[in-house]
């Protein structure tokens, strides 16, 4: 009889000993491969089921051994998505599902210059969760822009954005460029982003506009004007000195892209007459005087820095027409009427022909 308890202990040991070496090689690291691998835990996932799923995906050894673990374990499991390599342990898979370290997702986006806030609003939609018009009521949110105005970090922010007649306050303030933003990010995180990128891009161009008579404001809407009429760094500086001396000699600038805006049409469209006659704060072509000498309310696009060193060093030249190829985008200078009209009907010939 004692011998049988002898071996009955002797084997119980050695279960014992075969459970804990289990239970310790159970929760050890599968490889020392370092490899990521996207885990998905969806919501109400029992925690038997994620440890089934976790052996299934090849990343632990063996899923009742950490079942065991979870039904001692308090750890409470969120769902999500994670990035788990075979090189963890189980314990430090679930320390992540414990604290919720799920994968960041990131997007890349390109906003293009020479484009409105309604055409980023449209991009920026397509590739998060938030709708074109949540993004342009951020735009136009009053008390956000107060802010932003009240804020030392935008120097180059005014009360001129607050203007009522504005279509959007911050037209021609986001700088056009490649971002790239967590999947999450809301209409807010997005616009302080691009005011930083346009706060760093003017940067070094700051004290030259405080000392240029004209205000930030007014340089970039002169900017966002240079910026669709001309494509190249010397066009967009002999354009805006043509601007500059339509402005001083109070002229209306003319400019067919602030009539576009102003009547919310692409350049694709066509202008009637009622488009040119509408009154409204952006038209120039107007030729009642209203807008002689004077600029568009705001921007009428977000333009590039090159946009903005034109307007800010403009050409030594004595214009005060152009007319662009439309076939072709090269643009010609003149100094008189019957030049500029002269020069649009033989480029309308040759567009017409080809």
């Known amino acids: 009889m ?40 969806e919501n109400g996932t029992s925690k038997t089921t994620v440890a089934k799923n976790l052996e299934n995906a090849g990343l632990i050894r063996n899923q009742y051994v950490l079942d065991f673990y979870l039904f001692f374990s308090r750890d409470n499991i969120q769902a999500g998505e994670y990035e788990l390599s075979p090189s963890m342990t189980p314990e430090e898979m679930i320390l992540k599902f414990s604290r919720g370290e799920v ?31 949540e993004f342009l009521t951020q735009v136009n949110d009053s ?20 203007n ?24 807010r995180e997005v616009i302080i982003t691009l005011l930083r990128q346009t706060g760093s891009k003017l940067a070094d ?11 930030t404001h007014q340089i970039l809407t002169l900017a966002s004007i240079v910026e669709k009429e001309a494509n190249t760094a010397e066009d967009r500086k002999t354009a805006a000195q043509v601007f500059y001396s339509r402005l001083r ?4 600038l003319g400019s067919d892209v602030t009539t576009y805006y102003g009547v919310g049409k692409s350049l694709d469209d066509y202008l009637t007459t009622n488009d040119i006659n509408d009154v409204n704060p952006y038209n120039t072509r107007l030729t009642d005087g209203r807008m002689n000498g004077k600029l568009p309310i705001g921007p009428i ?8 060193d034109a307007v800010l060093n403009p050409s030594a030249t004595n214009y005060y027409y152009f007319v662009a190829n439309t076939c072709t985008g090269e643009v010609f200078f003149q100094e008189g009427y019957a030049e500029f009209i002269s020069k649009a009907q033989e480029l309308q010939s040759i567009c017409a022909t080809n």
């Open 249 to 252: 000699d109070n002229w209306s």
């Open 301 to 308: 696009c977000n333009s590039d820095i090159s946009s903005i």
């Open 205 to 215: 161009y700051q004290e030259t506009i405080m000392s240029s008579g004209y205000t």
């Open 143 to 162: 008390t956000f822009l107060e802010e932003l105005v009240n804020s030392r970090e935008y120097w180059f922010l005014t009360d001129e954005i607050l």
């Open 2 to 41: 004692k011998k049988f308890l002898v071996i009955l202990g002797v084997l119980l040991l050695l279960m014992i000993i075969g459970c804990v070496s289990f239970y310790f090689w159970g929760m050890g690291a599968k490889s020392s491969d370092t490899s990521l691998v996207t885990f998905v835990i």
């Open 103 to 133: 994968k960041i997702n990131t997007v890349s986006v390109t906003l293009r210059e020479g484009l409105r806030i309604t055409d980023y609003a449209k991009e920026l939609a397509e590739n998060f969760d938030f709708t074109e018009e």
């Open 164 to 187: 009522s007649d504005i279509y959007y306050g911050l037209e021609g303030y986001l700088y056009p460029d490649t971002y790239e933003f967590l999947e999450t990010v809301t209409p």
